[in-house]
């Protein structure tokens, strides 16, 4: 199972050139995990089944990235003790040791602050661009032009419409009730969106902007219409 999806999806002469074809494979993963669970359940008095856990394990430690060898690691490690000492575990106590060195990464990145404030942008978002009437524009980046839908329950309003940053736009003419500037930070600073943009070189094509909101690194504007 592991082996089609490390070796069938991946390349290791060009960037992300894979077939889907070997994570078809996903569906399958609840019932493998299932039958490895009983099957571990059954041979756990055997030395032989800790042996084979801890070189597994050794293993995926040696070939995992630095972040994931805490995933790895201390299984390894907990496994070869218990081959080496028969410490004569529960197979209840194992299951309930596995699982909180397995929660040990989920629970970090849950924990992690956002990189993409985007709960400060969903806060921004529900209380000021919830308009049921009228027409609405708002200019912000090219991340949130695509994914607004994440901020309007995935039926984003027809009343609105966002655009980026770099689009041409004459403020003057433009069939809109209300022009919004949303700025967020957070956004324009991830390395991985290749933004080179930053407010400091937006802010002086709006020298009327109204500051409306600011959660943390998210900033909303209104500008008037008589802004040019």
Known sequence: MLLS???????FDHYKPMTLLPRMFHPLLPAFCILAGLAIVQSWHRSITHLFLAVLFTGCTYLAPNAMKIMYGPLALFFGINYLFNLKLSIQSAFLLCTIILCIRPVYFIRKPSVSSFFEQERVIRKHLQHKEGAYLVITDWVLTL???FFYDFTPPGNYTFVRFNHKINLKTIQAD????LINNS??????HGISIREKDILPS????????????????RIPRRAS
Not at 178 to 181: A, D, E, K, P, R
Not at 187 to 192: A, G, K, S
């Open 187 to 192: 956004t324009l600073t991830n390395p991985e």
């Open 147 to 149: 994914a607004n839908p």
């Open 206 to 221: 709006y020298p009327n902007a109204q500051l409306l909101m600011q959660e943390g690194k998210v900033k909303l504007f």
């Open 5 to 11: 999806i490390w070796f069938g999806s991946v390349s």
């Open 178 to 181: 209300t022009v919004y500037l």
